[in-house]
């Protein structure tokens, strides 16, 4: 059993700073500057009653005064072994943790043409974590089934109470040096607008850090980002867009590495005053992990180990998590008549992916699937205020798993919707 109370409070305080100055007609340098701090201290104070547990010798016994009265070595108390927890704790834990972040950019933007621009800059961020803690616990032990045994745990070598129990303070303190992280970018980006259907821009940025806090988090860092946007007529409009980051912290006992890739295309038909109109989209998303772990696993999974020396009885291994995902939507409208609009859609997901999976009989499940989305309406405009609508969709979901003890999910249904929409 456990009593205790908490605290926990955050403090914070941020400052932001930017600035452009003009040096020609053309050519401005922009600074912008933020300032993060936090800190977040906890205590919590409690006590803990261990009097019945997993490592009493007999935990049919419950402890009460009655039952057990000093110097509790009789037969109807707790009976303890020599590894028995201490029956009470009064525990006194504070945590502390703080993070300051100073972020600087500097840009330099040139415009060659009213249409036509780009900037080079260079970003510098310096991160100060610090996590500590310390914890008093005043431990008590009883004896039981003989005297012998109070002097256990902590208490080995110690005096015992006039009642026969014992009593040790233990202290521990956990001040770690700060994680410190300087973390350097070089950018660059360019944007046009040649005439006016085409629109594009580019934004790049290389990263490095010389630490890392966490073992995923990116020692180097490449993020590019590509968009373009097309009207090759005024009723066709057009685009595509680029998305794709590098993260990487090759040291040899974490061997990160992580890229998430996205591609994506979509199209729009709507002649004016037609009777058609037609939306078609596309995406490909492309995800990638890998990092060293240690684990537990029986059996163990084929190619467990690696260069992590985990210690008993751990395994290591790699961790590994790669999906591609295909997105694939169109849809298209006809107005037969002027009152009638009807609309046919088809929506794709299909993916195929692979992971570490320690349980021998569990599924890859939703990272191998198809989902189908077809859908149609029809709406009909009554009078000038009222429009009946009536509309269809279909939900198949099915995952591409091996057959096995957990079978695949297979799903699908219809959904049928009737409405009436009136509008003052």
Known sequence: AQVGSSLARRISANADFAATY???????????????????????????????????????????????????????????????????????LNQFLRQETFLNTLQAEYAFTPRMSAYLGYRYSHRDITVNDSDTQIQTFFPGPTAALANRGACVGQPLNPDGTCTAVVTDVG???????????????????????????????????????????????????GRVSLKPKDWWNAGAVINIRENRNTTSDINNKQHNRNYEFSSTFAPVNAIWGLDLSYSYNDIYSQTNICFVSTPA???????????????????????????GSGSIYVKPITRLTTTIGYTLTSSNGDTLILNPIAPTGPLAFNYHLPSASLAFDITKNLTYKTGWNYYDYNEKSFPGPTLPRDFRGNTFTLALRYTM
């Open 175 to 225: 001040d770690d040096a700060p994680v410190i992280i300087n973390y350097q970018s070089a950018l660059f980006g360019v944007s046009g607008r040649p005439n006016d259907r085409i629109r594009f821009s580019f934004d790049t940025e290389l990263a490095y850090a010389d630490n890392a806090f966490t073992r995923i988090s990116p020692r180097h860092l490449q993020i590019y980002k």
């Open 301 to 327: 999974p084929p190619g467990a180990g690696g260069p992590l020396s985990c210690g008993t009885p751990f395994l290591s291994g790699l961790s590994i998590y790669n999906e591609q995902s295909h997105y």
């Open 22 to 92: 003009q040096l020609t007609e053309k050519l401005d340098i922009v600074e912008q500057f933020r300032w993060d701090n936090f800190r977040i201290p906890t205590g919590w104070s409690y006590v803990t009653g261990n009097l019945v547990g997993a490592t009493l010798l007999s935990s049919a016994n419950l402890f009460t005064p009655a039952t057990c009265p000093p110097p509790f070595t009789a037969a109807t108390c707790p009976q303890h072994i020599n590894a028995s927890p201490a029956d009470v704790i009064v525990d006194q």
